[in-house]
């Protein structure tokens, strides 16, 4: 069992809601099983810690306000003069430095793990003098490769600062294989791990004993995400303009609920379609649900929900490219569809015989390899 002291820093306030929250609740609680873990997060307005966070043992959390000014100016102009990208840099601070400096000057330290492009620019001088890990959301240049209203000068600096960063990096975490593969071609001889998005499943699962029973006829979708993430709006204008007029020349009872944050001015084309926005408890919604479309065709990463999905034991309908970095089989742990008439057709199929052992299937997958018990045995190996 490891002993000694890590650190995770992160400039997003840690208060569970969207992916980025939940891949930094999943890693800390993973690590904190294997040893004591300083939690160091830059706060945002009257955001705290969730009482998730609070109730974590062997956790400790430590606030960085940071301020603005002449010397947090001067810091990202000298970051950008480096070639680190706007947005990786936008986040850095004097304080941001100085509490990760500190933290990490303990003698009992460990790893110092940050977990996105802001602390990843300012701690990552310290490289050095003890192990830095890259915690990577997603292969940034490989999405901003993707999107053809990116100057190529923009897409150039990715690039060269993931090149970098996974140079300087003693590890780098990447949520997907593909991921894995993209890093290692970028720089040959970086130490690169896969380390995928969990999910609570032993939460989940309980939540799920406990929810609706979904037997009973009723035709209901489900798509969750984050709607200021383009890649999830363009999937849920094809689901909602493309896909569902085909289902419901077969299903026109069938009914649709968007749930996530960033639906803004959006409003649904039919009234079978229901807007959730944000949802505190997602288990209801998943409860009631008698299939999840995931319908995702463009974006890096993994999608959070298509393994939440899973854990909740909800048949599953999904793009190959949602499927992609995840351990799944079409056919067996979920239904695929490429384009609008076969996820569709296979919506349709799921709707009409239930998918209960696919779903099944599927929950048991989660289990094996996107609980956060799996995580902590992935970390401790």
């Not at 949520?175 to 894995?180: K, N």
């Not at 084309?269 to 949802?279: C, K, S």
């Not at 995840?326 to 998918?355: C, M, N, Q, S, Y």
């Not at 989660?366 to 401790?380: D, K, N, P, Q, W």
């Amino acid at each position: 069992m490891r002993r000694t002291r890590d650190l995770y820093v992160v400039t997003n306030s840690p208060v569970l809601g969207t992916g980025r929250d939940m891949r930094t609740y999943t890693c800390v609680r993973a690590l904190a099983m294997l040893g004591p873990v300083d939690l160091a997060y830059v706060h945002h307005d009257a955001d705290e810690p969730g009482v998730e966070y609070q109730t974590i043992e062997n956790l400790e959390l430590h606030e960085i306000r940071s301020s603005r000014g002449a010397r947090r100016a001067m810091l990202y102009a000298s970051k950008r003069v480096q070639g680190t990208p706007a947005g990786c840099c936008r986040g850095t601070s004097p304080e941001l430095v100085a509490v990760g400096e500190a933290l990490a000057r303990r003698s009992d330290r460990g790893r110092v793990i940050v977990a996105d492009g802001n602390s990843a620019t300012a701690l990552m001088g310290m490289a050095k003098e003890r192990p830095i890990i890259y915690n990577a959301q997603n292969f940034e240049s490989d999405y901003v490769r993707s999107q053809p209203g990116l100057h190529a000068i923009a897409r150039v600096a990715m690039r060269r600062y993931e090149q970098k960063l996974l140079g300087r990096a003693s590890e780098s975490w990447m949520v997907s294989r593909p991921d894995v593969e993209s890093a290692r071609k970028l720089v040959p001889g970086a130490r690169v791990r896969y380390v995928p998005n969990v999910v609570d499943v032993a939460a989940i699962r309980s939540s799920a004993q406990a929810g609706v029973d979904r037997r009973g006829g009723r035709a209901r979708l489900l798509m969750v995400g984050d709607f200021t993430y383009a890649p999830n709006r363009s999937g849920r204008d094809l689901l909602v303009l493309s896909i569902l007029p085909l289902v419901w020349e077969s299903l026109p009872e069938v009914r649709l609920t968007l749930a996530g944050r960033g639906m803004g001015d959006w409003r649904a084309p039919d009234g079978r379609v229901e807007v959730g926005g944000f949802v505190e408890d997602l288990g209801v919604l998943y409860a009631r649900s008698d299939c999840v479309v995931v319908p995702i065709t463009e974006g890096a990463g993994s999608p959070l929900k298509f393994v939440e999905a899973l854990a909740y034991g909800v048949p599953v309908v999904a793009t190959p490219k949602a499927a992609k970095g995840l351990e799944v089989l079409p056919g067996v742990h979920f239904r695929e569809g490429k384009d609008a008439a076969t996820l569709a057709e296979a919506i349709v199929e799921v709707l009409r015989d239930g998918g209960a052992d696919m779903a099944a299937r599927g929950a048991r997958l989660a289990e094996r390899e996107y609980s956060i018990e799996s995580l902590a045995e992935r970390l401790a190996a």
